[in-house]
T-cell receptor, first 114, second 113 residues
Framework: NAGVTQTPKFQVLKTGQSMTLQCAQDMNHEYMSWYRQDPGMGLRLIHYSVGAGITDQGEVPNGYNVSRSTTEDFPLRLLSAAPSQTSVYFC?????????????FGPGTRLTVT | KQEVTQIPAALSVPEGENLVLNCSFTDSAIYNLQWFRQDPGKGLTSLLLIQSSQREQTSGRLNASLDKSSGRSTLYIAASQPGDSATYLCAVRVDTGRRALTFGSGTRLQVQP
């Protein structure tokens, strides 16, 4: 298994540009989520999904969209990039959202918005 | 709102020492607690998951304990090695409707050869 994969690893955007961060998992996990990690702020949840066709907002959803058309993929879209979105983005998944299941994280995408 | 604190923020020890990393949380109504390791510029690697009904979990040289009533968890690393150098994060799951983990800010560990 490849686990949780993310592309790209690095990205530089100009303010106002849009882009999609890709996330895929090959473990047949129902639950997937996106976090951002900022110095001094820890990891904060952006959006999550408990299955194909079901998404919900996390703690910091503004400026981001998600969709879940398949079990494997959970892309994160930046609609109009802003410097405040400069961060490291992590995708995570688990079998289900339940107490017995570990969260597995991808390697991250480092995004800089100028 | 659940808050997770990790102390110390940074720790430097000589190789071979046993060490303890601390994690505290404000809301004891947790479902589980997970310890992660993060190497510089890398993602998070899951180390141990402790269910709320468990007191501890062990994996190799790692032992994690959980005391829900006092809102504390410790990660014990035996016979530390330079390869253990990384940032260690703890995260708790509280099912408040928003299905998220709440993370601490981490302890940055440096093991000196």
């Amino acid at each position: 298994n490849a686990g949780v994969t993310q592309t790209p690893k690095f990205q530089v955007l100009k303010t106002g540009q849009s882009m999609t961060l890709q996330c895929a998992q090959d473990m047949n996990h129902e639950y997937m989520s996106w976090y951002r990690q900022d110095p001094g702020m820890g990891l904060r949840l952006i959006h999550y999904s408990v299955g194909a066709g079901i998404t919900d907002q996390g703690e910091v959803p503004n400026g981001y969209n998600v969709s879940r058309s398949t079990t494997e993929d959970f892309p994160l879209r930046l609609l109009s990039a802003a410097p405040s979105q400069t961060s490291v983005y992590f995708c995570a998944s688990s079998y289900q959202w339940g107490s017995d299941y570990e969260q597995y994280f991808g390697p991250g995408t480092r995004l800089t918005v100028t | 709102k659940q808050e997770v604190t990790q102390i110390p923020a940074a720790l430097s020890v000589p190789e071979g020492e046993n060490l303890v990393l601390n994690c505290s949380f404000t809301d004891s109504a947790i479902y589980n607690l997970q310890w992660f390791r993060q190497d510089p510029g890398k993602g998070l690697t899951s180390l141990l998951l402790i269910q709320s009904s468990q007191r501890e979990q062990t994996s190799g040289r790692l032992n994690a304990s959980l005391d829900k009533s006092s809102g504390r968890s410790t990660l014990y690393i035996a016979a530390s090695q330079p390869g253990d150098s990384a940032t260690y994060l703890c995260a708790v799951r509280v099912d408040t409707g928003r299905r998220a983990l709440t993370f601490g800010s981490g302890t940055r560990l440096q093991v000196q050869p």
